[in-house]
Structure formats: structure tokens, C-alpha cells
T-cell receptor
Framework: GAGVSQSPSNKVTEKGKDVELRCDPI?????LYWYRQSLGQGLEFLIY????????KSGLPSDRFSAERTGGSVSTLTIQRTQQEDSAVYLC???????????FGPGTRLTVL | SQQGEEDPQALSIQEGENATMNCSYK?????LQWYRQNSGRGLVHLIL???NEREKHSGRLRVTLDTSKKSSSLLITASRAADTASYFC????????????WGLGTSLAVNP
């Protein structure tokens, strides 16, 4: 079946511009996660959606970052006024609560010039 | 915050040898998972071990869990060049609303 998809796969933007990253989770998965990974580093948790509960935003690094999940499915991560330090690979994952195994998308590589 | 800490940070072995990676964590957990990340297939789930389990096998993978020491090990037997990847442990801490906490990973290089 279809896995987690993310778009775009690559995004190059200029400092100060806003970007939107999209994640389509596996159908039926109730949990959705956004992570950030810098080159050669581990995963940095950003935000976690679980069903209709309020999202866990504790990992968002600043108020320039926001995310929403519409209809319990597709999610969009928005970064406003991008900075060079925002350059990283942004990974989305989904899981079915109770199984907890996370399925990852291929990521969006963001480069801020 | 990162709960899991893998060691070693980097490991280089010859094809056919066994590779052992360790993960330590700080709080009580529901389960611990190991993931692999390489450039070809992205980040992929390998194995999950529950807090009431001590050992689990999947093909050439063997995972152990010692909750008294708050540590886990991942053993890859008869390694292959295709096992070259970064390996991450992730813990599902109790009372953490099922949010996984990730370690920084072990980079494994298997030389042909």
C-alpha cells in the first residue's frame, strides 16, 4: 500500500521567505509527527498530532514554526521568515496508536540561502 | 530532549563480522524501538521490544533489553555491505503520550 508521502522533496528558498511543507500520512494512521534532521545528526522532534487531541507543540523551535493537520489526515508545516539555520531535512512520520511503530516519509530537504 | 544515547557513535567492521550497538535511556518505558536510516531507503523501523521482553530476534537482528540498567543492544550478525547505515534507538516513555524520544544514532560502516 501507499506509504507516507511528502512534498516537495527539495525546496530552496531565500532567507526571509515563508515555506510550506506537506505530509500525507498512511490512511487510517491516527498519529502524525514532524521531525527535523540536520546533516549527520539525530532526529529533532517538532510536533505531534494524535487524533482530535490538542497537538504537542513542545518541539517547535520558535514561533516562526507552525503546523496544522486538516481532517485528521494531511498535515502542513509552515516556516515563516526562514533563516539559514532552518536548513535541514524535515521528516514526517505516521503511526497507528497502539502499534507505535512509526512509518517515515522520504523527507523534504530545505535549503535557505 | 534526547533520551536515548547510542554508543558507539561510529563503528566500522568487515563484511561477515557481527556489529553491536548499545542504547541507554533515562526513564521508564513502554517499549524501545530500533530504526535504520540510509540514503537509499530513508528511515525504516527494524524491531520493537516491549518493556516486559528481554530479547527479540528478527532475521539477522537480535535485540536485548535490560530495564534494570535502562539499556538495550542491537546485534547484527554476519553483516553485509548493505547494512551500512545509521541506527537509532527510540523509546516510548511511560506517561509521555506515546511520543517517541530519539537517540543520536550509531553510524555503521560495513566494508566489503
Amino acid at each position: 500500500g501507499a506509504g507516507v508521502s511528502q512534498s516537495p522533496s527539495n525546496k530552496v528558498t531565500e532567507k526571509g521567505k515563508d515555506v510550506e511543507l506537506r505530509c500525507d500520512p498512511i490512511s487510517g494512521h491516527t498519529a502524525l509527527y514532524w521531525y527535523r534532521q540536520s546533516l549527520g545528526q539525530g532526529l529533532e522532534f517538532l510536533i505531534y498530532f494524535q487524533g482530535n487531541s490538542a497537538p504537542d507543540k513542545s518541539g517547535l523551535p520558535s514561533d516562526r514554526f507552525s503546523a496544522e493537520r486538516t481532517g485528521g489526515s494531511v498535515s502542513t508545516l509552515t516556516i515563516q521568515r526562514t533563516q539559514q539555520e532552518d536548513s535541514a531535512v524535515y521528516l514526517c512520520a505516521s503511526s497507528f496508536l497502539g502499534r507505535n511503530e512509526q512509518f517515515f516519509g522520504p523527507g523534504t530537504r530545505l535549503t535557505v540561502l | 530532549s534526547q533520551q536515548g544515547e547510542e554508543d558507539p557513535q561510529a563503528l566500522s567492521i568487515q563484511e561477515g563480522e557481527n556489529a553491536t550497538m548499545n542504547c541507554s535511556y533515562k526513564t521508564s518505558i513502554n517499549n524501545l524501538q530500533w530504526y535504520r536510516q540510509n540514503s537509499g531507503r530513508g528511515l525504516v523501523h527494524l524491531i520493537l521490544i516491549r518493556s516486559n521482553e528481554r530479547e527479540k530476534h528478527s532475521g539477522r537482528l537480535r535485540v536485548t533489553l535490560d530495564t534494570s540498567k535502562k539499556s538495550s543492544s542491537l546485534l547484527i550478525t554476519a553483516s553485509r555491505a548493505a547494512d551500512t547505515a545509521s541506527y537509532f534507538c527510540a523509546t516510548d516513555a511511560t506517561g509521555n503520550n506515546r511520543k517517541l524520544i530519539w537517540g543520536l544514532g550509531t553510524s555503521l560502516a560495513v566494508n566489503p
